[in-house]
Nanobody, 120 residues
Framework: VKLVESGGGLVQAGASLRLSCAAD?????MGWFRQIPGKEREFVAS????????FYADYVKGRFTISRNNDKISVYLQMDDLKPEDTGSYYC?????????????????WGQGAQVTVSS
């Protein structure tokens, strides 16, 4: 199983970025975690197979939007109004479990991570 993230980069506060993740197999639910420097990995967002259920962490709700394209076996994270505290490594995840607010131990599959840096 392979998950490959792309779209990270360096932006100024208030800007937007779109992360993409391409998978080599279909998964029931997909999502994103992040690791902020000095902190544990934390849940960001998840989406169900049909895209009709989406879950967000409180610290990104209203600013980030998760979506997926099953024809392309891909999941996306649109990040708007980025803040310096969003700086970190963002990981694409996939699981056979339903979408939800996941603990870091739940997703079976992880990508290598994409770096997002937001300057003030």
């Amino acid at each position: 199983v392979k998950l490959v993230e792309s779209g990270g980069g360096l932006v100024q506060a208030g800007a937007s970025l779109r992360l993409s993740c391409a998978a080599d197999d279909h998964f029931y639910a997909m999502g994103w975690f992040r690791q902020i420097p000095g902190k544990e990995r934390e849940f960001v967002a998840s989406i169900s197979w049909r895209g009709d259920s989406r879950f967000y962490a409180d610290y990104v709700k209203g600013r980030f939007t998760i979506s997926r394209n099953n024809d392309k076996i891909s999941v996306y994270l649109q990040m708007d109004d980025l803040k310096p505290e969003d700086t970190g490594s963002y990981y694409c995840v996939a699981t056979a479990m339903p979408a939800g607010v996941w603990a870091p131990g739940l997703p079976e599959y992880w990508g290598q991570g994409a770096q997002v840096t937001v300057s003030s």
